[in-house]
């Protein structure tokens, strides 16, 4: 078949690509077309998305994709969780906010008196994350926005609502919203009813893979490409990049790593077990019914939002770069600290928060902007260590290589020492596998011939190159990861 050209939108924390994605039978290639940042504003103590700015960028995006050649589907991915309100017009109800924002905090326990832990995952097969959808909406209770909600659109779908008029929401995103049941695959209606929460804003689900519907008048004429369709991708980012893990036959687990490290294994069925619920492992639907069985880790955030907090202070040298560089020569596993201390999740000073994180756990005090890069990514890579460990032992598989895939993949020394704690090769590549996994999705759906996930990730190994990283060999490295692991645990 002919190959085809779509424009994949893939939406970080930090920043917002549209690429053009030219899939054919033995040919894939990305071309990033656009770029921006992104990232949560903070307005009279809440934090918001800039969701009409987005917008923005995307129509600028696509409209570049259709000026440099032909363009045959759009679609959108974004991080999962959020989501705008519209009311019965059409309009958007306020701003949507980050699920950065504290506005979740205590909410957990609330809903807990209600419906307990063992319940809510039994349905949901959800990590306990304060800011699920869920918890977000009963923060919101009694508030004008909600009271007037007619629907609430996540944030992809939102998008995808301004390109075509049709609301959905697509069903890979709807599965991390804590109001979806994991073995239907439909809302959980019932468990919406019992929170108090408007069930009738849910939106029909769609599948990935499906065609959502044209572009409105109004787009195609800004972007010069009358009739093209909207597809439904795996619209959950992470459900995208793992569609663009280049994965093999191998027993494989995953970290997609970009602003979230998201550390887990391709299922075909949810784990439900009681030591799945204690682990806090979710289950999030993928494309084509698998489950991403995983554990989200705090991920980049911490070192990017360092980066920034250096930057306000203007401290000399504190390139992302120069810190690496200083930090691949530095003491290994020096201090260790809980990388998942709920402390990591809002913006702010993080340099002193790891410090302090430090102190509290009696490791040593990382003091300089190298050694607390060197003690993020130490931390960073105990934390993939326990959670692939974890995730395997919890679904009863074994795991041969770990693939790292998403920006993180660039890091080199990341890579390395998430080998060396690990002790199994690491394939690192692509970066862009959220755009792969999306634009695949796009092509299968305008008819190429990339009958599953296994097709679609022959294709990428056949066009992208996948950087390998051996664990550092000798008993010596993987007794000091286990002191680690054991200092890391009584934190
Ligand atoms: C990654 C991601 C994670 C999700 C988090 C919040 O970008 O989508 O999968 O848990 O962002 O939405």
Redesign the pocket.
């Known amino acids: 078949s002919e190959p085809v050209r779509v424009a994949a939108v893939d939406l970080?924390?930090t920043s917002g690509r549209v690429m053009a994605c030219r899939v054919g039978s033995r040919t894939l290639h990305l071309e990033e077309l656009h770029r921006f940042s992104n990232g949560g504003v903070p307005v009279r103590g809440g934090l918001f998305w800039d969701v009409l700015g987005i917008h923005r960028e995307v129509l600028t995006g696509v409209r570049e994709v259709a000026r440099t050649g032909r363009l045959h589907g759009i679609g959108i991915d974004?991080?999962?969780?959020?989501y705008g309100l519209v009311g019965r017009d059409g309009w958007l109800l306020g701003n949507p906010r980050s699920?950065r924002d504290s506005r979740t905090d205590g909410v957990p326990a609330r809903v807990r008196e209600v419906v307990s832990d063992a319940e809510l995952y039994d349905v949901t097969g959800l990590q306990q994350?304060p800011?699920n959808t869920i918890y977000q909406l009963v923060s919101e209770l009694g508030t004008p926005s909600l009271e007037a909600a007619e629907q609430l659109l996540l944030l992809p779908d939102l998008l995808t609502y301004w390109l075509t008029g049709e609301a959905g929401a697509e069903r890979t995103n709807a599965s991390?919203t804590g109001l979806y049941d994991v073995r239907t695959g439909e809302w959980s209606l019932e468990l919406a009813k019992r929170i108090g929460l408007p069930w009738g804003i849910l939106p029909p689900l769609r599948d990935p893979g499906t065609v959502v519907g044209p572009v409105v008048d109004e787009v195609a004429a800004y972007v010069g490409a009358p009739g093209v369709p909207v597809i439904s991708v795996g619209s959950?980012?992470?459900a995208s990049a793992v569609v663009g893990v280049p994965a093999g036959e191998e027993s494989f687990a995953y970290i997609?790593s970009?602003?979230?490290s998201?550390v887990g294994l391709e299922l075909d069925g949810p784990v439900l077990s009681a030591e799945a619920r204690e682990a806090d492992f979710?289950n999030?639907t993928g494309v084509d019914g698998t489950i991403r069985f995983l554990k989200?880790v705090m991920g980049l955030w911490v070192l990017s939002e360092s980066v920034r907090t250096w930057a306000d202070k203007r401290l000399a040298d504190v390139t992302l770069p120069a810190l690496l560089a200083g930090a691949a020569d530095a003491p290994a596993l020096r201090t260790v600290v809980d990388i998942n201390d709920p402390r990591l999740l809002t913006p702010g000073d993080m340099p002193s928060r790891i410090q302090e994180l430090a102190r509290e756990a009696g490791e040593p005090i990382p003091r300089t902007p190298v050694a607390i890069t060197r003690t993020i990514l130490d931390s960073l890579a105990l934390a993939y260590r326990r959670n692939v460990r974890l995730a395997a032992t919890l679904a009863g598989r074994d795991v041969d290589v770990v693939h790292v895939v998403g920006g993180g993949s660039q890091n080199d020394l990341l890579c390395q020492l998430t080998a060396d704690a690990l002790g199994v090769p690491v394939l690192a590549g692509p970066g862009e596998a959220a755009a792969l996994g999306n634009g695949l999705v796009q092509a299968r759906a305008l008819g190429a011939d990339l009958p599953d996930l296994a097709a679609m990730r022959a294709l990428i190994r056949r066009t992208h190159d996948v950087r390998r990283f051996e664990p550092a060999s000798g008993s010596a490295a993987s007794a000091d990861w286990d002191a680690a692991e054991r200092r890391a645990a009584k934190v």
């Open positions: 970080g924390a974004s991080w999962a969780v959020d699920h994350l800011f991390t959950h980012d992470t997609s970009g602003t979230w998201l979710t999030e989200n």
